[in-house]
């Protein structure tokens, strides 16, 4: 099992162009999160999709979209990339019980620089 | 005040000994919590989940302190593959999907 993979690893945008980040998982997850990380402070929360067909935004959803395809895989775009959006982002997966023991996997990140 | 706040370090450990630190939360109906660690680069991964007053895994133990409202993270006899970025996490949602709160992290280095 890959577990959650992301593409791109690495990317660099000009300000106003656009992309897409792909997250896609194996382990039959209900759940994907889409979180950003910046230095000094903890991951946090762009959009989520609890299961199939649902998303929902989190702490910091402005300037981004994301789209469920498919139970496997997750997908956050960015319309007119901004500085402020430099940042690691990572993608989760988690079973989703809803019991205290749910625990969310992740991938190997991507870092985007927004020149 | 921070939902979740830690120190973030670095706190230098010689290897073979003994280091702890805390984790303070805001939300005093936690029932559970986590805590994950980041290698430099790399992406968090779990380290132990914490359903009551504590756990304990080998060399780590975690704590939970309802009424002081904090977490604290115990590592014996600290190996040199033990530093990492230590993130401490809670559920932060009301609802049952599994929404979480992510600290900052607190570093620790194990030298030689």
């Known amino acids: 099992n890959a577990g959650v993979t992301q593409t791109p690893k690495f990317q660099v945008l000009k300000t106003g162009q656009s992309m897409t980040l792909q997250c896609a998982q194996d382990?039959?997850?209900?759940?994907m999160y889409w979180y950003r990380q910046d230095p000094g402070m903890g991951l946090r929360l762009i959009y989520y999709?609890?299961?199939?067909?649902?998303?929902d935004k989190g702490e910091v959803p402005n300037g981004y979209n994301v789209s469920r395809l498919n139970k496997r895989e997750f997908s956050l775009r960015l319309e007119s990339a901004a500085p402020s959006q430099t940042s690691v982002y990572f993608c989760?997966?988690?079973?989703?019980?809803?019991?205290?023991?749910?625990?969310?996997?992740f991938g190997p990140g991507t870092r985007l620089t927004v020149l | 005040r921070k939902e979740v706040e830690q120190d973030p370090g670095p706190f230098n450990v010689p290897e073979g000994a003994t280091v702890a630190f805390n984790c303070t939360y805001s939300?005093?109906?936690?029932?559970?919590f986590f805590w994950y660690r980041q290698d430099c680069r790399k992406e968090p991964k779990l380290l132990m989940s914490?359903?009551?007053s504590g756990n304990e895994d080998g060399r780590f133990t975690a704590q939970l302190n309802r009424a002081s409202q904090y977490i604290s993270l115990l590592i014996r006899d600290s190996k040199l593959s033990d530093s990492a970025t230590y993130l401490c996490?809670?559920?932060?949602?009301?609802?049952?999907?599994?929404?979480?709160?992510f600290g900052a992290g607190t570093q620790v280095v194990v030298t030689p």
């Open positions: 999709s609890a299961s199939e067909g649902t998303t």
């Open positions: 382990m039959n997850h209900n759940s």
């Open positions: 989760a997966s988690s079973e989703m019980t809803g019991l205290p023991t749910d625990t969310q996997y």
């Open positions: 939300n005093s109906a936690s029932q559970s």
């Open positions: 996490v809670f559920p932060s949602g009301t609802d049952s999907w599994g929404k979480l709160q």
């Open positions: 914490v359903y009551s």
